[in-house]
């Protein structure tokens, strides 16, 4: 059942520029696409790439509703390059509205600057009268008190459309009531929090408060190529054994597909198909389940 939540792709296309900070680290321009004969391509190319790609695949694949990329950046940059990055953003936007989905900034929190570090260059769409997205990472610590956990604030401030992780929300009562009142989710990822420590026991992650509260809430998988993980249905099966609790059933497994749908870079006309083309696959999959042997 879970391979048809795979509707829609979601891309990070991260500017890596080169960086020299006072001798100290130098960012190589991975993002560079070469042609044998050594010519380069734009990120525009790289876009209109991923689209095509997308189209054809969508071809032979009826059921794959298209691909968003959130266009990322590293945030151990510093502000000037930040701030090409944010303009950069709004071109391909402009350029290409229907697949370039908004903005983000990745990379560790706890060695990386803070959202507040870059306000000047991320209010720069809001002045300017552009409606740039944002899809912040923010919180992914299970400490308190630090520059990591009052990134969900700023993410706020910012008006992010979700946000990464959101680990420590609820050791902050006032972001997490402003989130819920915003239906703003948070993509929990639990293999990634398994691996990189913050949780060794799902059943005390702190999502599973947000569950059981009702805060809107989508199933990520972060990072599957690098932990080894093979497609979203493993973080599915995490949450809903772990984190789900021992009252998770069919109603928690569709709403967290539902919210998949419910809360993607989606258009609304996008979004509907989606769910016409979901409703079938879940209808054929209840379906199946009753007819098993019990």
């Given at each position: 059942m879970l391979s048809c939540l795979s509707l829609t792709a979601t891309l990070h296309l991260t500017e890596m520029e080169t960086e020299a900070g006072k001798g100290q680290r130098t960012w190589p321009r991975s993002h560079v696409v070469y042609e044998l004969n050594g010519m380069t391509h734009t990120q525009e190319w790289s876009v209109?790439?991923?689209?095509?790609?997308?189209?054809?695949?969508?071809?032979?694949?009826?059921?794959?509703?298209?691909?968003?990329?959130i266009y990322s950046d590293n945030r151990l940059k510093n502000v000037s390059l930040i701030t090409k990055s944010i303009r950069t953003a709004m071109k391909l936007q402009t350029r290409f509205p229907g697949t370039v989905a908004g903005f983000d900034l990745v990379g560790r929190e706890d060695t990386g600057y803070s959202l507040?570090?870059?306000?000047?260059?991320?209010?720069?769409?809001?002045?300017?009268?552009?409606?740039?997205?944002?899809?912040?990472?923010?919180?992914?610590?299970?400490?308190?008190?630090?520059?990591?956990?009052?990134?969900?604030?700023?993410?706020?401030?910012?008006?992010?459309?979700?946000?990464?992780?959101?680990?420590?929300?609820?050791?902050?009562?006032?972001?997490?009531?402003?989130?819920?009142?915003k239906d703003i989710p948070i993509e929990v990822c639990p293999i990634s929090n398994q691996v990189l420590k913050l949780v060794s026991d799902l059943r005390t992650h702190p999502?599973?408060?947000?569950?059981?509260t009702g805060h809107p809430m989508v199933i990520s998988s972060d990072d599957p190529a690098v932990f080894g993980a093979k497609g979203l249905s493993y973080d599915f099966y995490e949450a809903f054994m772990g984190i789900g609790g021992m009252t998770a059933d069919l109603r928690t497994l569709k709403q967290l597909a539902i919210n998949s749908i419910k809360y993607s870079a989606l258009f609304d006309t996008e979004k509907k198909a989606a769910m016409e083309t979901w409703e079938k696959s879940w209808n054929n999959f209840v379906a199946d389940l009753a007819k098993r042997p019990k």
């Open positions: 209109r790439t991923y689209k095509e790609v997308a189209c054809m695949f969508a071809k032979k694949h009826p059921g794959f509703i298209g691909l968003k990329i507040a570090y870059y306000r000047e260059a991320l209010m720069i769409p809001a002045s300017q009268g552009f409606k740039l997205p944002y899809f912040f990472h923010a919180g992914e610590t299970d400490w308190q008190g630090t520059s990591i956990d009052r990134n969900l604030l700023d993410a706020l401030i910012l008006n992010s459309t979700r946000i990464g992780h959101g680990f420590a929300l609820t050791k902050h009562p006032a972001v997490w009531t402003d989130s819920w009142k999502a599973s408060v947000l569950m059981a």
